[in-house]
C-alpha cells in the first residue's frame, strides 16, 4: 500500500495586490520556504498568483522543479466568495489524488495563512478523512498580528468575518458586536476591503459608544503599516480610514 | 523634543519546556531575527529565558549588544496568572520609559505571539497611549496553526481560554461552547496543560454529541507534532491524549 504523501499549509506575504512588494524573508522563516520550494503538487485559489508567489520564492531557495513544471489545482469559483467551512461544502478530495499516490502536497491562498479568513478548510478537512498528514507552515496572519498590536483582549476573542454592508443592518450587528465585547470582555475582530473602510469606519464612529476601544490596522508587514488604537472619543477628533484591506477590533 | 522608540512584540518558538529544540529559522523569518538582534531594552515574563531566547538568535544573527549588556525588565508575577488584557490592569507606562527616551524596545512572551493568549496587552495598551508606536513581528502562534489544521471553520471562530477544571462546570462550559459552536458555526477554541490534557479530552468525549467534530493539536512546529481533527464517535474509538501543551477546536 502507498503511504500518503503530506498535506502543507503554506501561508504567503500580506502583500497581495500592493504596489511594492515585501522581501519573503521578511514575513516567512527559511523553513516555510524551504518546504514551498520543494513541493511540485499545489491547490490554490489562483494559479496565476500563485505561480508568480514561487517564482518569488526561487528566488531565495531554488525550486525542486522548474516553474512550467509546477501543477496547480484551483478551489472552484463559489468557494472563493461563499467559503468553504461547512461540513455541506464542495468535496475537495478528488484533489488530494497527488497525495494518496505518495506525494506531498501544499494548500496556498492569496494571503496569509490558508483556511483562515480564507477558503482551504474544505481540503484540510478532506485530508483528515483521507488520512494525509496536515503541516501548517509558520508565516504572517493579518488577524493575529492586528490583535497583538491592538492591545486589546487576546485572552478571549472572536473573529467574524465582514459586517454588512446595509446601513441599518451595519449598525444593528455594531451594536450586537459592542454589547458582546463590553458585557464578556472578548475582543471582536472583523475585516473589511478597501473601498468600504471609509463608511465602515464612519459607522462605527457614529454608532459605538465614547469609551469602547476601536483598534484599526492595515498593512501589517508593509511598509505602510497603520495600527492605531484608541477609545472612541479619540477616534472623533481624527477619523482616517486606511487605504489597504484593514483588520477591526472593538473591546473595553 | 525627543522622537520615541518603537516597540517590537517578537514572537518566540513554541518549544519552551521541550526536550528538543527547533532550529529558530524554521519557524522566525530572518526579518524578525534581525530585528530581535538589534535590540537591547526588552520587556518580558521570565528575563532568564528571554536571555536564553536571545542567545539562539544571536547564533543566528550576531546581537548588536553583548548577551550581557541586554536590559531585561519582568512582568509583575500576577499578570502571568491573571493576565493583564482588562482597562483596570496595572499601569505598563513605567516599564516604557526607554522607549520614550528614544531606543527602540521588544516585548516578549514565553511562547507565540506576545498579547494573544499570554500577557502583554497592558504594555502594548500603554504604548498607544503614549503615541510609541507598535511593530508585531512574524512567527508561530498556536492556535492559528491549529485551527488552519483543523478543518474547521476559519471564517468564524472564538478563543475562549481554558475550561474549568471543576467536573460540574467543565461538563456545562463544554455544553455550552458546542451549543454555540453548533448553532452558530463559530469554531470554539481553548487550550490546556499538559498534566489536564487526559481529563479534558475524556470529559470532551464524554460530554459532546456523536457528529460534532473535535480537533486537538499539540506540539505544532515540533518534532513531535499531532493533528487529529473528526467526529467524536470517531474519538470514541480512540482516545489518546497529548503529553505537550494543546490546543481544542470543536465545530460542525
Redesign the interface.
Known sequence: MTVPGKLY?VPAPLDFGCDTQT?L???????TLAEAARLSQWICENARSARAYLKRVGELHPLASPLQGLCFQELPREVHKK?D???SSFDARPLLAPALAGGDMGLLSEAG??????P???V?????ELGI????L????S???????????????????YIPQDADARTRRIKELESLALRT??TQIFIETPYRNAALLDALVRTLQHNT?LAVASG??LED?I????TVRQWRQRIQAPELPAVYAIG?
Do not use: W
Request: net charge positive.
Open positions: 499549509l522581501a524573508d521578511r514575513v516567512l522563516p527559511a523553513g467559503g467551512h461547512g461540513p495563512m490558508p483556511a483562515v479568513a480564507d482551504g478548510a474544505s484540510v478537512r478532506a485530508a483528515h498528514e496536515v503541516v501548517p509558520v508565516g504572517p496572519v488577524l493575529l498580528l492586528a490583535l497583538a498590536a491592538s492591545g486589546l483582549s487576546g485572552q478571549s476573542f472572536a473573529f467574524v468575518g470582555g472578548q476601544r501589517l508587514t503599516a495600527i492605531r488604537s484608541q473595553r
